[in-house]
Antibody, heavy 120, light 107 residues
């Protein structure tokens, strides 16, 4: 069965950096686009970024553009997001999620999320 | 950016009632509109993809319809376990966007 397990969350000071990872299993990772979606405490879902199945293209929400970088290692079945210049408003649960296709389909499976808290 | 607006924001319903949640897009998304259920302290789960296709394992009381800019999620004969927040999501264009959510409370 499809499993997505995020890690790397924690408390970080404003302006600092953090890298999240998502370990995938139960499917052919290299065949699927992958997303990061976040949810601030008590708020709705906010799409963050997508990376194509082969890593050839990446797109970001305006709110994180130029600060976050999504990447993947298909040999390790792992998705990453490097988060720099973190702000208080980046505080959220970060979900790794699978695109049903290579990049532009429904998001069909989600991880359980990892909490990032940006606070001094 | 395509804005998705759901209604209502909140609804209190009784078991066995029929519930309709709507999602309106600021521009056409064709049928690239999907519905998710999120229970407290859980990750979202896909219910309906491409406006009307049921995802694997989803109970038949959940159904979706619509195209273009207007979509509905219907829950027939609501059960207590359906207490959750429901989100619509479009994959028609980037950036991807979600509706603000509809919280269902079971009386």
């Amino acid at each position: 069965q499809v499993q997505l397990v995020e890690s790397g969350g924690g408390v970080v000071q404003p302006g600092k950096s953090l890298r999240l990872s998502c370990a995938a299993s139960g499917f052919t990772f290299s065949s699927y686009g992958m997303h990061w979606v976040r949810q601030a405490p008590g708020k709705g879902l906010e799409w963050v970024a997508v990376i194509w199945s082969d890593g050839s293209s990446k797109y970001y929400a305006d709110s994180v553009k130029d600060r976050f970088t999504v990447s993947r290692d298909n040999s390790k079945n792992t998705l990453y997001v490097q988060m720099n210049s973190l702000r208080a408003e980046d505080t959220a649960v970060y979900y790794c999620a699978r695109d049903e296709g290579a990049s532009a389909a429904a998001i069909d499976y989600w991880g359980r999320g990892t909490l990032v808290t940006v606070s001094s | 950016e395509i804005v998705l607006t759901q209604s209502p924001d909140f609804q209190s319903v009784t078991p066995k009632e029929k519930v309709i949640i709507t999602c309106r897009a600021s521009q056409s998304v064709g049928t690239s509109l999907h519905w998710y259920q999120q229970k407290p302290d859980q990750s979202p789960k896909l219910l309906i993809k491409y406006a009307s296709q049921s995802f694997s394992g989803v109970p038949s009381r959940f159904s979706g319809s619509g195209s273009g800019t207007d979509f509905t999620l219907t829950i027939n004969s609501l059960e207590a376990e359906d207490a959750a927040t429901y989100y619509c999501h479009q994959s028609s264009s980037l950036p991807r966007t979600f509706g603000q959510g509809t919280k269902l409370e079971i009386k």
